[in-house]
């Protein structure tokens, strides 16, 4: 990761358009909702998707909050709002970026295919990954038994007994979908109330295969291959047990996706891009970023969405009309 130095980059690199009128890092629910507009607003637009268009939405089991599907699954989402974005003209390039350079007339970013593309506006809309623990052993048992993603791994633990850790929307939304599939699942949640809305909340907690572990912690993840046993603690008593489990689910909230602009954008501590509230600029002129990247208080794929709409909206009207 790094910053290019805009001098170095030969003509003959530019192998795609040249320069794009705006150029969007990341194609989720922020990134192809700002082309659609940036697109319609007649701006030459290209989205740079590394993965799947419409990212977490994806790996969304069910949303029911993105009127007005009272319930619509996330990959249905996701390929429709893709669909959307290429019939309004928007590039679609699946690749991800390695490198920003965001000074200077032109800006530029390197793909992790080597090519250097070019913007005159750039939509920085990469997402957020989910959190890790940070403990020795989930790195060790990652994949044998420790997920992120209920959605691509759910299915491994059909009749298991499992946990999900966090009281976050993300760990109760998953750790419904998981009801449906494992023999029980046991939310492991650091508090004795959970940060998830109500609706959601007193769904997993009328739910009879889901229970709680209230104010208490993973420490711990024991196997010898694969998760075999979680250690726990509780934070009141600071008793300690250790508990048979198939597997763990970790939901502990999200990591920014801003390595590659870290001292180049004003961001807070843990790396969440800081926006105009209203214009939703960055530091840097030219440069916005929209979504799950960006310091805010909400994060809905509706809010997302939004974003997206008037991140290219303004840059419109500030630069192309
Ligand atoms: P989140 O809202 O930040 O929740 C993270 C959860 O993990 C919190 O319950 C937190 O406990 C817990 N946690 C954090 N660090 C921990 C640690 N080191 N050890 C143990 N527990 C820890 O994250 P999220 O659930 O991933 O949601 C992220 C954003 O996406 C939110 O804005 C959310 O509303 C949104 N989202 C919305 C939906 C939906 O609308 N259906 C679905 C998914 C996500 P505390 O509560 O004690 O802080």
Redesign the pocket.
């Known amino acids: 990761m790094g910053f290019l130095d805009i001098g170095s980059i030969s003509s003959s690199e530019r192998t795609l358009k040249d320069t794009y009128d705006c150029l969007i890092l990341g194609g989720g629910p922020g990134g192809l909702t700002a082309g659609i507009y940036a697109s319609r607003g007649g701006l030459s637009t290209l989205v740079l998707e590394k993965g799947m268009e419409g990212g977490t939405l994806n790996f969304?089991p069910l949303?029911?909050?993105y009127p007005p599907f009272p319930e619509i699954v996330g990959m249905e989402l996701a390929q429709k709002w893709t669909e959307h974005a290429e019939q309004m003209g928007v590039a679609i390039l699946r690749e991800g970026i390695v490198e920003a350079s965001l000074t200077g007339e032109t800006l530029a970013v390197k793909t992790d295919q080597g090519r250097t593309v070019f913007g005159k506006t750039i939509i920085i809309s990469t997402g957020s990954s989910?959190?890790q623990?940070?403990l020795a052993s989930e790195r060790r048992f990652a994949g044998k038994g420790v997920s992120y993603c209920a959605l691509c791994d759910g299915a491994l633990f059909k009749n298991k007994k499992i946990a999900v850790?966090?009281?976050?929307?993300?760990?109760?939304?998953e750790a419904l979908y998981l009801s449906q599939i494992a023999d029980s699942v046991t939310i492991i949640?650091?508090?004795d109330?959970?940060?998830?809305?109500k609706a959601?909340a007193e769904k997993a907690l009328r739910n009879p295969k889901i229970r709680f572990y209230w104010d208490t912690?993973?420490t711990d993840i024991e196997g010898a291959r694969s998760v075999e046993s979680l250690v726990m603690e509780n934070v009141k008593t600071k008793t300690r047990k250790r508990e048979p489990f198939d597997g763990v689910f970790i939901?502990?909230?999200?990591e920014p996706r801003s390595a590659c602009f870290k001292g180049a954008l004003e961001m807070t501590e843990d790396g969440f891009i800081i926006t105009d509230p209203d214009t939703l600029e960055t530091s840097i002129d030219r440069v916005f970023a929209v979504g799950?990247v960006r310091k805010k208080e909400?994060?809905?794929?509706i809010t997302a969405a939004a974003d997206g709409a008037i991140a290219a909206s303004f840059i419109i009207k500030k630069y192309f009309l």
């Open positions: 969304t949303i029911e909050n989910y959190r623990l940070g850790v966090g009281g976050g929307n993300s760990a109760i939304d949640h650091r508090r109330q959970l940060r998830a809305e959601l912690v993973l939901y502990v909230g999200l799950d909400i994060r809905q794929i």
